[in-house]
T-cell receptor, first 115, second 111 residues
Framework: EAGVAQSPRYKIIEKRQSVAFWCNPI?????LYWYQQILGQGPKLLIQ????????DSQLPKDRFSAERLKGVDSTLKIQPAKLEDSAVYLC?????????????FGPGTRLTVL | RKEVEQDPGPFNVPEGATVAFNCTYS??????FFWYRQDCRKEPKLLMSVYSSGNEDGRFTAQLNRASQYISLLIRDSKLSDSATYLC????????????FGKGTRLSVIA
């Protein structure tokens, strides 16, 4: 079974530039998550989708971050404009159902460096 | 007090040793607990869920102490391949709330 796919794997940009990340969840998984993992920290949830609707975006810095999952399958996360503190690994995860206890499967992540 | 706290380590242990990690959580209403494993520069993967009665999976044992609000992970007969960061994960209440991850404890098993 194919896992969660993410691209690009690495991205280096200068501050104030824009960047976008893409995620394709496991086939049939209704719930998709975007996490930010800063070096030395655990992952922190940015946004959760159930199909193409947002369930939780309370920790998404909405002044610069946006995300969409238009057809309820793949998703993009955008940062515009980027700041130095956005340097992190951006992890996408998916689960079959919406329940918190459902196992989440993570993609390999996109490592973002903002200079 | 942070929602989920772990000793960051690193724990450096020889092969064959037994090692234990603890994790404390702040919300007494927390219902579900997990340990995830994250290899260097890789994604987190679910290692095991933690049940009230405790549970064992091969060399790994997880326990929950609700009164003291901590969970533990015991690894017996450590292997080189156990070297990784172990993330404590809590669902803070009984609703459908997001996972909260600890910072992780780094384990290095040395030959």
């Amino acid at each position: 079974e194919a896992g969660v796919a993410q691209s690009p794997r690495y991205k280096i940009i200068e501050k104030r530039q824009s960047v976008a990340f893409w995620c394709n969840p496991i086939s049939g998984h209704a719930t998709l998550y975007w996490y930010q993992q800063i070096l030395g920290q655990g992952p922190k949830l940015l946004i959760q989708f159930q199909n193409n609707g947002v369930v939780d975006d309370s920790q998404l810095p909405k002044d610069r971050f946006s995300a969409e999952r238009l057809k309820g399958v793949d998703s993009t996360l955008k940062i515009q404009p980027a700041k130095l503190e956005d340097s992190a690994v951006y992890l996408c995860a998916s689960s079959l159902r919406q329940t918190s206890t459902d196992t989440q499967y993570f993609g390999p992540g996109t490592r973002l460096t903002v200079l | 007090r942070k929602e989920v706290e772990q000793d960051p380590g690193p724990f450096n242990v020889p092969e064959g040793a037994t090692v234990a990690f603890n994790c404390t959580y702040s919300n007494s209403a927390s219902q579900s607990f997990f340990w995830y494993r994250q290899d260097c520069r890789k994604e987190p993967k679910l290692l095991m869920s933690v049940y009230s009665s405790g549970n064992e999976d091969g060399r790994f044992t997880a326990q929950l102490n609700r009164a003291s609000q901590y969970i533990s992970l015991l690894i017996r007969d450590s292997k080189l391949s156990d070297s990784a960061t172990y993330l404590c994960v809590v669902i803070p209440d009984s609703g459908n709330t997001p996972l909260v991850f600890g910072k992780g404890t780094r384990l290095s098993v040395i030959a």
